[in-house]
């Protein structure tokens, strides 16, 4: 069965520094999204990618963050100078086309575990 | 902004018992989503949901669209150990790419 893959599966940063966590959706998907889930909460909205560009973000998502779809299987996500509360688990997901649309729902990955210390 | 409140937090039961949890929600949805996590493991989808009112079942999983699109109930039948873990609800608005999800509803099961 196809699945979404993200490495690493943990990644260890210094505070400032930046990082890219990497992503490959399925491969006839055609949207793209990462999520947050902070140790112990939810699983938060971070931003939605269809078409090489932004669809949809979320306040978290500011200009810290940027999104990338570098060729034509990998989805990156660039954090610029990480924080302390970057720390989280970082999960991509994708989709054969948009959710809002009625599409099947999207596949998430197992997730980068993203600790700044 | 739109938030789901899920409870109970946690459950601890016995197996072989049935569980039920539920979210609700101040605002609308239109798609009502049932997950379930595993440590270090991404969200797994379980059910989901499209129509006000829908009654859905997978396995020993039932889950509903509630009537008002405000809130959504999961049942899982006779527990058995691989059940545990975290179940989340999720909903999505109208025209809304991006999933809300609930705060998590923790399930033990002792044997």
């Known amino acids: 069965e196809p699945e979404v893959t993200q490495t690493p599966s943990h990644q260890v940063t210094q505070m400032g520094q930046e990082v890219i966590l990497r992503c490959v959706p399925i491969?006839?998907?055609?949207?793209f999204y990462w999520y947050r889930q902070i140790l112990g909460q939810k699983v938060e909205f971070l931003v939605s990618?269809?078409?090489?560009?932004?669809?949809?973000k979320s306040e978290i998502f500011d200009d810290q963050f940027s999104v990338e779809r570098p060729d034509g299987s990998n989805f990156t996500l660039k954090i610029r100078s990480t924080k302390l509360e970057d720390s989280a688990m970082y999960f991509c997901?994708?989709?054969?086309?948009?959710?809002?649309?009625?599409?099947?729902?999207?596949?998430f990955g197992q997730g980068t575990r993203l600790t700044v210390v | 902004g739109q938030q789901l409140n899920q409870s109970p937090q946690s459950m601890f039961i016995q197996e072989g018992e049935d569980v039920s949890m539920n979210c609700t929600s101040s605002s609308i949805f239109n798609t009502w989503l049932w997950y379930k996590q595993d440590p270090g493991e991404g969200p797994v989808l379980l059910i989901a949901l499209y129509k006000a009112g829908e009654l859905t079942s997978n396995g020993r999983l039932t889950a509903q669209f509630g009537i008002t699109r405000k809130d959504s109930f999961l049942n899982i039948s006779a527990s058995i150990p691989s059940d545990v873990g975290i179940y989340f609800c999720a909903g999505r608005g109208q025209g809304a790419q991006k999933l809300v999800f609930g705060q998590g509803t923790r399930l033990t099961i002792n044997p």
């Open positions: 990618f269809y078409n090489n560009e932004i669809s949809e």
């Open positions: 491969s006839n998907h055609l949207y």
């Open positions: 997901a994708s989709t054969p086309i948009g959710l809002a649309w009625g599409a099947t729902e999207a596949f």
